[in-house]
């Protein structure tokens, strides 16, 4: 596409599961996974009588998200009703916001790599209820309900991003900023979050084009993919003097392009219309500030703090606060005494290698600050080497157990006194007389195999920093 | 004769008396067609507590869920449904010590003013069998009319309790807006309506009205706590009426009451609405809006009616609704659909709800120098079955005098006032906010001049033993 | 006439209603006479006038984020008119 030419406009409506107990609008229980149907009651299977009760918890994970993307909140907020059929939606109608959601005009910062920092504006952030599910097989449709009135919170970004990089970026970014608030796990993968886009290209100048809207994008990089594919699509119509039409289509992984699915009908009207049964609501001093304790330091505020405050690289912070977890165990490592550069040498290499292998979370995993703050303070105090402190790291996700008890039981301390470093050295020398000459004459090079002898004839123990300073010394002779 | 609550007590717990209660009930009810199920002896019903309503066996307006009991709204959508919850306002009647024994007809979902939109039964007035029991609570009001049962339950939309309490000559309360939990009603309007109860006896009405509105509900977040403004001053206004309105009968009823409301002590003024000729258009608009979300859920896949066949889930919800759905729900729907579209919405639905705010502000400001309003409850007595009778669009607009209280949330009491012709006939009475009890108060002074009666066909408890 | 005959049958298919032809023109012919009547509100004088949306309201409802099951979960499943194992059934959207 000829980026000179055109101008690319990207809005998304991303949709979050918060992490909730119960439903939205009923007690069932908020979970994935448990056989179907089962997480079903009057309420959410739209019984006649039933009546939707309002989460509390719901509610304050919306206002905490708007309040962190800057939206102005809603001081009188309510539900409407969105009316449309479908066979996995028991009322035929969704309990959504419209007219006053819990926050509007907000501004998200987000790096978006290569074109930089950039703040994305938020047209407006909603509470709303998920649908059941749709198997379908065969002939026939299965529906499980056990997701109907799951509690979602929609985002919608006003058109401010350019490419399928910077969507990609800001879809991370967004990923990290739900993890930090703990208000969704944000997997795309796993159905958390679902990201619709709606994308419009046209000559450089000349503002919005005709919109397209594009769903079915099961993670950030389908989302890149599908944005990219789309430009150029759009790109070739124009090109070609054809016109755009407004329609939904479909990306499809298989074949990574886009496909209609429904052109925009007359028929398409949710007659939207306040939810009677839900009184408005306003939030108080009270629910206002307990949202403000959910508040958190956002994921790039973090970031850019980390490399200010600390002697670390941009690469270790990128990967420091990539999870909250993270950032506060090295935080807290740092607090106990052991060094910035080395906890992060350590966090971006070694221990994400065992992470990787292991598949866990940081914070799920045995490893905690104190015990990495001890792991590097045996380090410096010589009592254990780098290689060895590898193996205690190892055994510190085996066993769950501090790092001294483990050098301790498993004697891998250092070997340091002098004498015993002296004597190993002698025993060494006296097996070897011929390459001890050599080295005495010159032969610089075989003095490291001789420091290998010394930590073979030690198990390994020999403090290097010693043995060599005896091994020096004993070689002047 | 009237028949008290008293004279019920015992009846459910002796077996022997229960039985000839049922069958008492089946005798009559064959002629009248009150219930669409009854059971008496029922377990399920009878779970409770001791309170001021021990042993008063109480019939529910088939649109509200007693678990266990059919809950078919008079659809042939809803059949089959056997409810698996209990309305909050039946499970405190049921901790207060009464027990439901049946369900009762009415217009499919509540929607009509005469019990001929059931699609499941007839229920003929009482006092004529020709003659239509009002609706569309007809079938708890014909059963309390009929001695089948001292309480019923209904729902008031726009006048589904008042109107067919006074075609069956009981008293018929709506309470003030969320006072009683909608939780277990059907919904049809849902901002419009609350569960209401009819009896002969005004003390038992009280009692059942205390024992359901005793606090908010969890379940129903627009329900509130009742917040009485005291007894007020006996000040009653009384709506103008145009000649010609109202049928002699009603309008001789109606010019009675106010006559002897002032001889008891009430001081009596006139008043005309400004808004009169705005009440049914805004209502029609709201109620049918929320009517047609309401009723999207029967679609014939978690429950209710389906059709034979089907070649895809459109198909599938569209038989059903065309199949399970009666004319009157099917007109309403689609005009609530069509108030609601983009396009309509601002000029039908949206102006609906600012004419609902310009009702409201003119009955506050009346109010403000009343303690209560007189009004009609509707324009005729109960009227003829079929073609003599009323045609539909008649009986809509005739909801004028009821539908006033359901757009402003406040409590209304349709009061019997005697006979005319042989056919009861009543008066309504409108009052602020949670001030119920200065409608009892009236109700009772009007009581002393017109005792309420059940009709002669009435099945008496005190026969049984 | 035919134009309003229109609009009740985009509303109709809106509302899923199906209606046989009498059936529609009959209910159209229904409906405009209470448009109609719905229409005379144009008269009504509500500037400034904000909507009613709800009956009565006095303070916040909201309810804790507690769990409790339903216990006749299975009765729930009973009341379908199709069923397979533990999942309700349609026939496909095809």
Redesign the interface.
């Known amino acids: 596409m000829n980026t000179e030419k055109y101008e690319v406009f990207i809005g998304l409506e991303i949709h979050i599961h918060l992490k ?3 439903k939205m609008f009923c ?3 908020a979970r994935y996974g448990d ?8 309420v959410c ?15 304050e994970l919306g206002y905490l998200v708007a309040r962190a993307l800057g939206c102005r909140l809603s001081m009188r907020t ?1 539900f409407a ?1 969105k ?1 449309y ?1 479908y ?1 996995d939606m ?4 969704q309990i959504s916001q419209f007219e006053n959601p819990v926050g509007v005009e907000g501004l998200m910062k987000a790096d978006l790599g290569e074109s930089g920092t950039r703040d994305i504006r938020i047209h407006d952030v909603h509470l709303e209820e998920d649908a059941g599910k ?12 056990n997701r109907a009135g799951y509690p979602l919170l929609e985002i919608v970004t006003e058109p401010d991003l350019k490419s399928g990089e910077e969507t990609e970026a800001f879809l991370r970014d967004f990923q990290r900023l739900v993890r930090y608030l703990g208000v969704s796990d944000g997997n795309m993968d796993e159905g958390s979050m679902k990201c619709d886009a709606n994308i419009s290209i046209n000559l450089r100048g000349k503002g919005l084009g005709t919109k397209v809207e594009i769903k079915n994008m099961n993670s950030p990089r389908f989302v890149r993919l599908a944005m990219n594919y789309e430009a150029e699509r759009q790109a070739g119509v124009l090109d070609s003097g054809g016109e755009l039409v407004q329609e939904t289509r479909l990306w499809n992984e298989n074949r990574d392009i886009t496909e209609t699915m429904r052109r925009k009908e ?2 398409d ?1 949710y ?1 939207y ?2 939810e ?7 939030p ?1 001093e009270a ?1 206002l500030s307990r949202v403000e304790q959910r508040m958190v330091e956002l994921p790039l505020a973090k970031k850019r703090r980390l490399t200010a405050e600390y002697d670390i690289t941009p690469e270790q912070a990128e990967f420091i606060h990539d999870e909250a977890g993270t950032a506060a165990l090295f935080e807290e490592a740092v607090s106990l005494g052991a060094k910035a550069r080395t906890i992060a040498a350590w966090l971006s290499s070694d221990i994400r290698k065992v992470l990787n292998r292991q598949g866990i979370a940081l914070t799920e995993s045995p490893l905690n600050a104190a015990r990495l703050a001890e792991l590097i303070g045996l380090i410096d105090e010589g009592l254990i080497s780098g290689k060895i402190a590898k193996n205690v790291l190892d055994e510190v996700f085996a066993r769950n157990e501090d790092p001294k008890k483990i050098v301790e039981d498993e004697g891998w301390s250092q070997i340091t006194d002098p004498k015993i470093l002296t004597e190993a050295i002698r025993v060494v020398f006296a097996s070897h007389p011929d390459v001890v000459e050599a080295v005495r004459n010159g032969e610089a090079k075989q003095r490291g195999w001789l420091m290998g002898q010394i930590m073979k004839a030690t198990d390994g123990k020999a403090s290097p920093d010693i043995a060599g300073r005896i091994l020096d010394e004993e070689l002047k002779g | 004769m009237p028949v008290y609550a008293e004279d019920w007590r015992g009846v459910l717990a002796d077996p022997a008396l229960c039985k000839i209660y049922a069958d008492g009930v089946e005798k009559i009810d064959e002629r009248i067609g009150s219930f669409l199920s009854f059971n008496a002896a029922d377990s399920e019903s009878a779970i409770g507590g001791k309170g001021s309503l021990d042993g008063i066996p109480v019939a529910v307006k088939d649109n509200i869920a007693v678990k266990g009991r059919p809950l078919t709204c008079g659809s042939k959508i809803l059949e089959n449904l056997i409810a698996p919850y209990t309305a909050t306002a039946v499970e405190r009647l049921q901790a207060a010590g009464a027990s439901v024994v049946g369900k009762t007809n009415l217009d499919e979902f509540g929607m009509g003013s005469s019990t001929e939109h059931s699609a499941l039964g007839k229920t003929v007035n009482p006092w004529d069998f020709d003659r239509v029991p009002g609706g569309s609570s007809g079938g708890s009001a014909a059963a309390v009319a009929a001695g089948l049962v001292p309480l019923a339950l209904g729902s008031d939309t726009g006048g589904s309790v008042r109107q067919p309490a006074s075609f069956c000559g009981i008293y018929g309360l709506k309470p003030t807006y969320g006072t009683v939990s909608r939780y277990g009603l059907t919904a049809y309007a849902s901002s419009l309506e609350v569960i209401g109860a009819m009896s002969a006896d005004i003390d038992l009405l009280q009692k059942a009205f205390t024992v359901m509105s005793a606090g908010k509900d969890e379940r129903d977040q627009s329900s509130v706590d009742s917040d009485p403004p005291g007894s007020g001053e006996k000040r009653i206004k009384v709506l103008d009426i145009p000649e010609g309105v109202l049928d002699s009968a009603v309008a001789e009823a109606y010019a009675d009451a106010a006559k002897a409301l002032s001889e008891a002590g009430y001081t009596v003024e006139s008043f005309a609405l400004p808004s009169y000729d705005l009440v049914v258009p805004a209502y029609y608009t709201i109620a049918t809006a929320e009517a047609s979300a309401n009723l999207a859920r029967f679609n014939g896949i978690r429950y209710g009616y389906a059709p034979d066949y089907a070649e895809n889930p459109v198909e599938l919800m569209k038989l059903a609704r065309h199949e399970g759905f009666g004319d009157e729900v099917k007109l309403r729907i689609l005009l609530g659909t069509y108030v609601l579209r983009s396009g309509f919405q601002d000029q039908y639905y949206g102006r609906a709800q600012k004419v609902r705010t310009l009702i409201r502000k003119q009955l506050a400001d009346l109010f403000q120098s009343a303690d209560l309003l007189l009004m009609p409850v509707f324009p005729t007595q109960a009227f003829l079955y079929g073609d003599d009778g009323m045609d539909d669009y008649r009986q809509r607009v005739a909801d004028v005098f009821t539908c006033l209280a359901n757009l402003a949330g406040l409590p209304a009491l349709s009061v019997p006032t005697g006979l005319s012709k042989g056919l009861p006939t009543g008066i309504q009475l409108m009052a602020p906010a949670f001030a119920e009890e200065r409608l009892f108060a009236a109700a009772r002074s009007l009581s002393k001049i017109y005792m309420p009666q059940l009709a002669p066909c009435a099945l008496n408890p005190r026969s049984f033993s | 006439m035919a134009r309003a005959q229109d609009e009740w049958s985009l509303t109709a298919e809106l509302a899923r209603l199906k209606l046989d032809e009498t059936e529609a023109l009959r209910l159209a012919d229904e409906a405009e006479k209470m448009r109609e009547l719905f229409q005379t509100m144009s008269r009504a004088d509500v500037e400034g006038l904000e909507p009613t949306t709800h009956a009565l309201v006095r303070e916040n409802r909201i309810r804790e984020d507690d769990v409790s099951g339903f216990d006749h979960v299975g009765d729930l499943l009973d009341a379908s008119p199709e069923t397979e194992d533990e999942f309700f059934l349609i026939p496909n959207v095809l």
Not at chain 1, 45 to 59: D, R, S, W
Not at chain 1, 135 to 145: E, N, Q
């Open positions: 909730t107990e119960s007690s069932c229980r056989d179907p149907n089962t997480n079903v009651c009057p299977l739209g019984y006649p009588g039933t009546l939707p009760q309002v989460n509390k918890k719901a509610m309510g009703r009316n059929f066979p028991p009322k035929n109608y749709m198997i379908h097989a065969g002939d026939v449709t299965l529906l499980d309900f007359a028929a009207d007659r219309f306040p009677p049964d839900i009184p408005p609501f306003e108080d629910f």
